[in-house]
């Protein structure tokens, strides 16, 4: 494997693709980015700061003021871990919300690329193959089917003692998959050399297999 070597994964909400790139940095030695925590940390923000979610100026205006940081695995908003609040699904929702903005994309675009250091990167998100980092040496786009992205997400809730509905989940998930799609600026879309992986009735070891597979070949 070359060094420094940049592996980009992007793919709809719960394909997988975060636990997948973690482990995959882990086993590499490379470092990680969670975009989408990126725009939570915005959205969890601009919902304490009660700002305007369909105002760009504004949110290109808090994006300046505040601080955002990731330590360990944790994420801080001006220095408070906020790890387990940015999880919320409110916050998933209004994170899909401000990531309509082409400003506010703008602004974040140096700071991921900040993280591609040192031995290399693996970074996920929606448009990491496609506009982050268009030379990535390997692009993945990570899918799953609506029924089975719907199965973990509920797996995970129930086991957390939350009491959430199949149905209510499916919904959501079908709704953030068309805001993520249809959106005008950097939509969730395969970029063209990116290598396509089903992760339906794989395990996340057999789908970080699969994509250890493609390095060294
Ligand atoms: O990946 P996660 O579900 O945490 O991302 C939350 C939201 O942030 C996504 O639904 C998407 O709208 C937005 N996002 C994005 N571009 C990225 C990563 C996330 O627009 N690279």
């Known amino acids: 494997m070359k060094k420094p070597y940049l592996i980009a994964i ?7 693709k975060g636990t997948v790139a ?3 940095s882990k086993k590499l030695n490379l470092n990680y980015l969670d975009s989408g925590a990126i725009y939570r940390l915005i959205a969890l923000s601009a919902m304490e700061k009660k700002v305007d979610l369909d105002d760009e100026k504004d949110l290109v ?21 906020v790890s387990q609040k940015i999880r919320h699904e409110v916050v998933g929702v209004n994170a899909s919300i401000i990531a309509k903005h082409l400003k506010l994309r703008k602004e974040i675009l140096t700071f991921q690329r900040k993280f591609f250091q ?18 990535a040496d390997l692009k993945i786009y ?21 009491d959430v509905s199949i149905h209510s989940l499916t919904e959501d ?9 249809e959106r005008i ?33």
């Open 10 to 16: 992007d793919g709809p909400a719960g394909s997988g």
């Open 22 to 24: 973690k482990l995959l």
């Open 61 to 81: 205006y808090l994006i300046r003021q505040v601080n955002i940081n990731f330590i360990d695995g944790q994420s801080f908003l001006n220095n408070v871990d």
């Open 118 to 135: 040192g031995n290399g990167l693996v970074a996920e998100g929606r448009d990491m193959t496609t506009v982050v980092f268009p030379n």
């Open 142 to 162: 990570l899918d799953a089917s609506v029924k089975e992205r719907a199965k973990r997400r509920y797996k995970q809730l129930i086991t957390k003692g939350k």
């Open 173 to 181: 998930i079908t709704a953030r998959d068309r805001l993520d799609r």
């Open 185 to 217: 600026h950097s939509p969730l879309s395969i970029a063209s050399d990116a290598f396509v992986l089903n992760s339906d009735g794989l395990s996340i070891d057999q789908t970080v297999y699969k994509i250890l597979k493609l390095i060294t070949k």
